[in-house]
């Protein structure tokens, strides 16, 4: 009985260090995949960021994997896409900002919807006057 019990107590630490180290190789992922989608941007590399954020966004919901897709949409000129991308990136958090210049400028250029941009840019404006 002991034995048993001993037996399942160390089946059930090795589960939970499993489970550690799979979340800890999730988030090295994650910082990679990350790292990469910046350097993919740097080089103009659109279908490559594309892929990278699409990766990313299926490990993890998160804004910069959002902002990441919507400018590689951008820079394919799939502007329906980056833009539906960059409103998935809440203004008040990381690349937020970034993302909403990126919409202002496709409402403007692209859709020429002026009002909406500088609607757009009043709301940026009364969250961050920088």
Same mark, same amino acid.
């Given at each position: 009985?002991?034995?048993?019990?001993?037996?399942?107590?160390?089946?059930?630490?090795?589960?939970?260090?499993?489970?550690?180290?799979?979340?800890?190789?999730?988030?090295?992922?994650?910082?990679?995949?990350?790292?990469?989608? &910046? =350097?993919?941007? %740097?080089?103009?590399?659109?279908?490559?960021?594309?892929?990278?954020? /699409? +990766?990313? *966004?299926?490990?993890?919901?998160?804004?910069?994997?959002?902002?990441?897709?919507?400018?590689?949409?951008?820079?394919?000129?799939?502007?329906?896409?980056?833009?539906?991308?960059?409103?998935?990136?809440?203004?008040?958090?990381?690349?937020?900002?970034? &993302? =909403?210049?990126? %919409?202002?400028?496709?409402?403007?250029?692209?859709?020429?919807?002026? /009002? +909406?941009? *500088?609607?757009?840019?009043?709301?940026?404006?009364?969250?961050?006057?920088?």
């Amino acid at each position: 009985m002991l034995a048993r019990k001993l037996a399942f107590g160390i089946a059930l630490l090795l589960l939970a260090v499993a489970a550690v180290a799979m979340s800890l190789r999730r988030q090295e992922h994650i910082v990679e995949l990350s790292e990469r989608c &910046a =350097a993919a941007a %740097r080089n103009d590399d659109w279908k490559t960021l594309e892929g990278l954020a /699409r +990766e990313w *966004i299926q490990m993890q919901a998160a804004p910069g994997a959002d902002y990441w897709l919507g400018m590689a949409l951008k820079g394919q000129k799939r502007f329906d896409g980056a833009r539906a991308a960059f409103e998935k990136v809440p203004i008040s958090g990381p690349r937020g900002i970034d &993302a =909403a210049i990126e %919409r202002m400028e496709i409402l403007f250029h692209v859709y020429q919807q002026p /009002r +909406e941009a *500088i609607r757009l840019a009043r709301d940026l404006l009364e969250k961050d006057q920088k």
